[in-house]
């Protein structure tokens, strides 16, 4: 790995402990070990304000038209943070996809952002620093807002757009809380996945053109002066504008937690580079429900009556299974001018110039269409070509890339080499790296968790509460590896994870880093996440009984039986085979594990049979938690049941973390290999961590 630079070649400065770099298709951290990235989105609750959900359709037009709602308290309340924040550390994440609306941060009216909404992040993301996470901060939207069928801006911009989405239904639209029906709605009915259907809609098509292609498309629509292109794309970067500056303003934040920004999650083109108004968009793979064409979804938004296919979803994916008739009875999806007397918003303040006549569709305004016959005057109309002129261009992304350059917009810089696909092979079992990464500042091996706040994070029931198919996504993987990842490899069956990695003389950190790391003696270990939930021994993350009664349910549970009634009302469960009455409900436990070399599934079991009477819940876990918070979980030696073989090296596990140490060649390349595997349990012979098996 080529060696990471003391100063920044932008700058000349010295390269803060916390920066991360790119080079030679990986992120690496100070110490030049690759980073591999893994986290998750927080959360799927940011999309909506607090009140508010996609399937109630009480008060849900007011919010929007009153712009009278708070985020505040997304993703999660305050007090609630840490609970959160431990589990996924516990779970091996160490990066965090923030999502973030437009709408909560200019909900009440262009230019009017929500102070203490931003004041509230700022504290969740203190948070997510202090739980070692960096964070990517997603705009996040899904077929725009939640007034077109998903997320993201403000009610405001569909007006902006000449747009009336108390229609939007009425013309062909799907919006969950008024499915199927706005006169009787029965959300429970909508189907799934039907919404990304909504990116092929009028209102989506039509936002989406004027924000990427206004000028091009739709030069007649000017507002406040102004195209209504640069009108949103103004808006929309300075509302994440205002919120990176008051992220610098609150110190230790950027870079040192926030590592880069998102432009918009799952833009789309709208009707821009539509070969034939006729025919379905080429984008449009996903069909369910109705399903107009982009001439007849204009039709219906002027109220003219349509007859459009019906799709639904089959084992071998969309399939049309008729059609059916749409009658809007004249409702439109275009604005009534009486919203705007004198082109003036009595609402929102803008001033429309008057060549933009609301009521009537901007694309018939433009020529496209003709209302009255019903005709598509120009079906090529957004066809775009590469070859066109720069007139043509979209360039939303070339502002935002001007912003940061020009300080308006923090930035991070992604490295432009790609990895060869010959340089990490990952087979089908494996982790699939998402994002994340954590700094090289010091060897911090990651217990569980980072640090322990929160009184239920004491008895670690936390990792499995809730949690759904925690056996698939909680695997082990290399957060730091000295030299190169070469190839991963986790058999989910047998709970084993298998890693080679290239190591070259470059590799090798400089005598004073090692020094001030305090690791000249063993030198700079790869380090691999392994999940407790996993390699743990049976005893570690579920309750030991305390009663002989508690210790049949407990065994039932593991089972897959119930456990008699108390009553003696109901009919007792079978008993098990003359087998396993041979042993001790402990003893079958570790029966079970050695043949399913996991516990995953008695986890899960366990911890639901004891959800309901915490009182036959031992007091005690197999771990002891530190008397005082923040230090890090005190962890028995032998709390992961793991046998380790390297080809090189030595190794030492502590917490969740194993460290691996290997030389580092003085020429050439070296390729090292290990294997981590659950062990058959033994109780009566504990593990001697540190020992290891050279392959």
Not at 11 to 32: K, W
Not at 290 to 303: E, F, I, K, Y
Request: aromatic share 10%; net charge negative; hydrophobic share 35%.
């Amino acid at each position: 790995m080529p060696t990471v630079p003391a100063n920044s070649p932008a700058t000349g400065e010295p390269v803060p402990p916390y920066y991360i770099h790119t080079t030679a298709g990986h992120f690496v951290d100070n110490t030049g070990r690759a980073l591999l990235l893994r986290g998750v989105n927080l959360s799927g609750d940011n999309k909506y304000p607090i009140g508010h959900n996609s399937y109630t359709l009480e008060g849900f037009w007011e919010s929007g038209e009153t712009g009278n709602v708070s985020f505040v308290g997304r993703p999660f309340p305050l007090d609630e943070a840490d609970v959160h924040l431990e589990r996924l550390r516990g779970w091996g994440m160490n990066f965090i996809r923030y999502v973030m609306c437009w709408e909560a941060l200019e909900h009440a009216g262009p230019k009017q952002y929500d102070e203490e909404f931003i004041d509230y992040t700022i504290a969740v993301i203190r948070k997510c620093k202090e739980f070692g996470f960096r964070v990517y901060m997603d705009p996040h939207q899904d077929v725009w807002s939640r007034w077109s069928g998903g997320s993201g801006a403000p009610f405001w911009t569909l007006h902006a757009c000449g747009l009336e989405p108390r229609n939007f239904t009425a013309t062909g639209g799907l919006i969950h809380n008024e499915y199927p029906d706005p006169a009787s709605p029965d959300p429970t009915k909508f189907p799934p996945m039907a919404w990304p259907t909504s990116y092929f809609r009028l209102p989506s098509m039509t936002v989406f053109t004027m924000f990427f292609g206004g000028r091009d498309f739709a030069p007649k629509c000017i507002i406040d002066g102004m195209n209504i292109q640069d009108y949103l794309q103004s808006h929309y970067i300075n509302a994440f504008t205002h919120l990176a500056d008051r992220l610098r303003e609150a110190g230790g934040l950027l870079d040192e937690c926030v590592i880069g920004w998102e432009s918009m999650n799952e833009p789309s083109e709208g009707f821009i580079t539509l070969e034939d108004l006729n025919n379905f968009h080429e984008e449009q793979q996903l069909k369910r429900e109705n399903c107009p064409t982009p001439a007849q979804a204009l039709r219906l938004g002027s109220g003219i009556a349509q007859t459009v296919d019906f799709w639904t979803f089959k084992t071998t994916g969309p399939t049309k299974t008729g059609t059916v008739s749409l009658d809007p009875k004249g409702a439109s999806v275009w604005l009534d001018p009486k919203h705007e007397p004198g082109c003036v918003s009595t609402k929102w303040g803008w001033k429309r110039d008057a060549e933009w006549k609301l009521g009537v569709c901007p694309w018939e305004q433009h020529g496209l269409w003709d209302k009255a016959s019903g005709e598509m005057k120009i079906l090529d109309y957004f066809k775009w070509s590469r070859n066109s002129d720069q007139k043509r261009k979209i360039n939303f992304f070339e502002r935002l890339a001007k912003a940061a350059a020009e300080g308006k917009l923090p930035s991070v810089s992604i490295g432009s080499e790609v990895i060869p696909a010959e340089d990490l092979q990952v087979d089908e079992t494996a982790p699939v790296p998402v994002d994340g990464t954590a700094d090289g500042e010091a060897v911090k091996p990651v217990p569980l968790p980072t640090m322990l706040k929160s009184e239920e994070a004491k008895n670690f029931e936390f990792l499995v509460d809730g949690a759904r198919a925690l056996a698939a996504f909680c695997r082990p993987y290399p957060t730091k590896t000295v030299g190169r990842p070469k190839y991963l490899s986790y058999n989910i069956q047998q709970a084993t994870f298998s890693m080679t990695v290239s190591v070259e003389p470059d590799d090798a950190p400089s005598e004073g880093l090692l020094g001030k790391l305090g690791l000249k003696e063993k030198g700079l270990p790869t380090e691999i996440y392994l999940p407790l939930t996993t390699f743990s021994s049976p005893p570690t993350l579920f309750p030991l009984p305390t009663t002989e009664e508690g210790e049949e349910q407990l065994l039932s549970s593991v089972l897959g039986e119930s456990s008699p009634s108390k009553s003696g009302n109901e009919t007792p469960a079978t008993p098990p085979p003359t087998k396993k009455d041979s042993l001790s409900p402990k003893q079958t436990l570790q029966e079970l594990t050695k043949r399913s070399h996991s516990i995953q599934e008695a986890i899960s079991r366990v911890h639901f049979a004891f959800a309901g009477d915490k009182s036959k819940v031992a007091a005690g876990y197999a771990l002891h938690v530190s008397s005082d918070p923040p230090l890090p979980l005190q962890i028995p030696k032998d709390v992961l049941d793991i046998d380790i073989e390297v080809s090189e090296g030595t190794w030492e596990v502590k917490g969740q973390t194993l460290l691996w140490y290997y030389p580092v060649p003085k020429e050439g390349t070296q390729t090292y290999t290990i294997k981590v595997k659950k062990r058959l349990p033994h109780p009566e012979d504990p593990s001697s961590g540190g020992s290891c098996v050279v392959m």
